[in-house]
């Protein structure tokens, strides 16, 4: 999976939308599963806790499936590129004490995964305005970018592939 540029404000409104959208969306079919639910299902008495509970499964269902289809939509296009990109580096976070202890002994792909994940994060904090810890992903990769340069080697975050992570 490639790093793009992707237009903040944009993503944000996009973002913004669709989340609005899918919690009004979860609402009412939740809302209007858990009303016929009961007329179809309940005598009147005693507590309908079950029949709300599957309405709201069944809104969770709906929603997500709309979802998932909605995903290659081109108005998804950012949103969709990034729920994909916290995936990928959700795969590399999973194995990520093997990467950090093979890079240790300066295992390229390491690096090169290493090199992927930093500029992700770079990407999606920046995207989130989560700066807390982007001095801190600063100053890894900073050393990683010491080490890679004094090991001499040319490593690009584009050349980044999935099947490297089968390695670790």
């Known amino acids: 999976m490639q790093l793009k540029v992707i237009d903040k404000a944009l993503y944000r409104k996009r973002l913004n939308r669709i989340t609005v959208l899918s919690i009004l969306a979860l609402l009412i079919v939740s809302l209007a599963s858990s009303t016929l639910l009961i007329s179809l299902l309940s005598d009147g008495s005693g507590s309908n806790f079950w029949l709300n509970f599957a309405g709201v499964v069944i809104g969770c269902i709906l929603v997500g499936s709309a979802l998932k289809k909605l995903k290659r939509h081109p108005y998804f296009s950012e949103v969709a590129y990034i729920w994909d990109l916290k995936h990928e580096l959700n795969l ?38 989560n700066t807390l810890m982007m001095s801190e992903l600063n100053l890894a990769d900073n050393q990683l970018q010491q080490q890679i340069a004094e090991l001499g080697l040319k490593l690009d975050p584009a050349d980044y592939r999935r099947e490297l992570l089968d390695q670790f």
């Open 92 to 129: 590399i976070q999973r194995k990520l004490r093997a990467i950090q202890a093979a890079a240790e002994q300066h295992n390229p792909s390491a690096l090169l995964i290493l090199a992927y994940s930093y500029a992700g994060s770079r990407l999606i904090w920046q995207l989130d305005d």
